[in-house]
């Protein structure tokens, strides 16, 4: 007669044994990690190279040449002429500062992106602050500051242009209920108020994704530095300055890359808000690009204006890296 009191205990015994054989035969071909860091990183690579650097070498090839993209009007090597064509003529101090057309939209971003950033960063560094506290309705009042955020960015700018209506908006009409205001405002009607209302609309938005980044910097920062700090008489604003911002560097760094660019890029808000007017005056770079490619047809001017956003994009998350980027000490 058989034992079956003893069978169950063969199979794990026997899967142990599969499991050894599995791990001899991988041994057995005996990567090195630089071996197998190449193996591993080969798929993610091809990936990168076929969906993000071709189109970005196509972009600079097409920057230098003229002609459509879909072969109708076969393409002419122009060589520099496209950005020729989009510097202009004149002093470059004189076109960054006078300048229409590419220059416009060029100071237009570099305001939108270096006024929206700094204040969303204050705003997002005080939110954090206060939600890495704790109190009662923590998690809500967390989920709640992710709402506007949350809203895709068409929309919410179609919602603001709404409220922001010179005839029948709601801001408009609420101030004047409180006695700010006599009549209605056109603010986005306007080249001297609509672009501080775009403003106005992003930092409302974005502020509480730059809260979220933050608050994940500082809820890794270990608290018994804290304890150490108050145990040697330290004030608040002391344990801030010497271990908050120190320590929350690295995530500073990614807030403000992961703002800085796409601020720099934005197209969702001025296209949805104001199409680029009045008068150009809230015109970016990436819906001036999007103007000349796909209004103007003028493919190898869009190209051109592709690889210069690229560029300057590239230079600022250089400057930011170089700036805080402290390598960890182990």
Known sequence: MVDTAEAPSESP???GSRRQNRLQRYRDLRFTEEEL???????????LLAVSFYPIFDTVIGSLHTGYVL??????????????????????????LSGDGFWNALRVSLIYTFVSVPVEL???LGLALLLNR?????????AAILFPWAIP??????IWAWMFNGQYGVINDLLIRIGLLQQPFPFLARPDTALYSMLFITIWKTSSFMALILLAGLQSIPDHLYEAARMDG???????WDITLPLLKPTLLVALIFRTLPAFQAFGLPFGLTGGGPASATTTLVLFDHQTTFNRLNFGEGAATATIITLIALAIAMVYVGTLYEPEVR
């Open 122 to 124: 204050v705003l997002g």
């Open 153 to 158: 960015t068409v929309i919410n700018a179609r």
């Open 13 to 15: 015994r026997r899967e």
């Open 234 to 240: 330290a004030s608040r604003v002391r344990q801030f």
């Open 134 to 142: 704790e109190f009662r309705g923590k998690y809500f009042a967390q």
């Open 37 to 47: 860091a190449v193996i591993l990183l080969t798929p993610v690579v091809s990936f």
């Open 71 to 96: 072969e109708m009007d076969p393409r002419e090597f122009v060589g520099l002429e496209n950005y020729r064509s989009i510097y202009g003529s004149g002093p470059l101090l004189e076109q960054f």
